[in-house]
């Protein structure tokens, strides 16, 4: 009984390029070679990119990229590039006009008229506005400013409080890796019998785990 209709779905490719490593933490980010990389992984078939408004520049970087694929390339490639972003606000009160002034400045980032997936993001569980700016996020997908509506790091609990509010989720990327197993209990099973699929990444290694992979 999900708002949105049948229409919540897109095809990705099962690696995506985490951009991550543009959020500041490894040094100055020389924007042309940044876009160059990515019409690279583009041009290999890897055409799905994950970021996040807090990514440093990484929703204007997927608009610097996505021109350059518009002048560029072949129209079979656009077809084929998504880029997946995040929002996470802080704990205020969702009003329309906040969720709405946030999906647009994303929006104006990435150069398009609709975010091919939104994953949301909540700190505070204590304080229910996640369903309220989820509600308004729906509104905005069904008014075309967003094509599919997904969670970041959400918890099995909050999941399923956020499904039975009729709110059309296709998917919850969250930390899954050999040291960290957490989905495969609830969540998994959750996913399952609702058909939420699962994006998985893996958490930056502590600095020992890397000298052991070394």
């Given at each position: 009984?999900?708002?949105g ?82 929002w ?9 006009s ?59 609990e ?24 957490r ?14 699929k ?11 785990l ?5």
């Open positions: 009984s999900s708002r209709g049948t229409d919540s779905s897109l095809a990705i490719c099962r690696v995506l390029n985490g951009m991550w490593q543009t959020s500041g933490g490894w040094g100055r980010i020389d924007r042309a070679d940044a876009v160059d990389a990515m019409l690279a992984y583009a041009d290999a078939g890897l055409s799905t990119f994950d970021m996040a408004d807090h990514y440093g520049p990484a929703e204007d970087l997927y608009g610097m990229f996505i021109n350059k694929v518009r002048r560029e390339r072949p129209p079979e490639m656009l077809e084929e590039v998504r880029g997946l972003t995040k996470v606000p802080p704990p205020v009160k969702m009003t329309r906040f969720v709405e002034e946030n999906i647009n400045r994303s929006r104006k980032r990435m150069d398009v008229a609709a975010l091919d997936m939104l994953q949301f993001h909540w700190w505070d569980y204590a304080n229910p506005g996640y369903l309220d700016a989820l509600k308004h996020i729906t509104d905005l997908k069904e008014e075309g400013k967003i094509k599919t509506v997904a969670l970041t790091n959400f918890d099995t909050r999941l399923q409080i956020i499904l039975e509010n009729g709110i059309p989720i296709v998917s919850n990327q969250v930390q899954h890796s050999i040291v960290d197993m989905p495969q209990k609830k969540m998994a099973e959750l996913c399952e019998l609702t058909g939420v699962l994006i998985t990444s893996a958490p930056s290694p502590p600095s020992r890397v000298l052991l992979l070394q």
